[in-house]
């Protein structure tokens, strides 16, 4: 039973990424899951992804390039603003710049930097660096 079906592929696509796998397979596959993996691919931590089988929670196959160093879930969904954007980095990214939060917007998921330059503000989902 998944509890966190998006948490179980991002700790599926890290320990690909630790054993030196160059693809890896998540399952199943969400809206949300999709976009992060565009954000991740954006920011050049991943390369390209592709659906394998279109069924109702259809697998992805991740191609890994070797630059993911971690990525997780960030539970619980702690509210994310301009006021508290340089305390979140401080706890989940290890330096200033380096990395990024994914953050769910009333705009669309987007990474922190992109939520402060537009002033606003939503939900902690995920960090990657």
Do not use: W
């Amino acid at each position: 039973m998944m509890n966190d079906p998006l948490s179980n592929n991002m700790s599926s696509m890290l320990n690909s990424e630790k054993k030196g796998y160059k693809e890896c397979y998540l399952t199943p596959s969400s809206k949300l899951l999709l976009r992060i993996l565009e954000i991740m691919k954006e920011n050049k931590y991943i390369g390209d992804y592709e659906v394998v089988n279109k069924a109702r929670g259809s697998t992805l196959k991740l191609n890994l390039i070797g630059n993911l160093n971690n990525c997780n879930v960030i539970k619980p969904r702690f509210s994310f603003s301009k006021d508290n954007a340089q305390m979140f980095e401080k706890r989940f990214l290890i330096a200033n710049g380096f990395g990024f939060l994914i953050v769910s917007t009333s705009q669309g998921v987007m990474t922190h930097k992109e939520a402060l330059n537009k002033n606003i503000g939503g939900k902690l989902i995920a960090y990657c660096y």
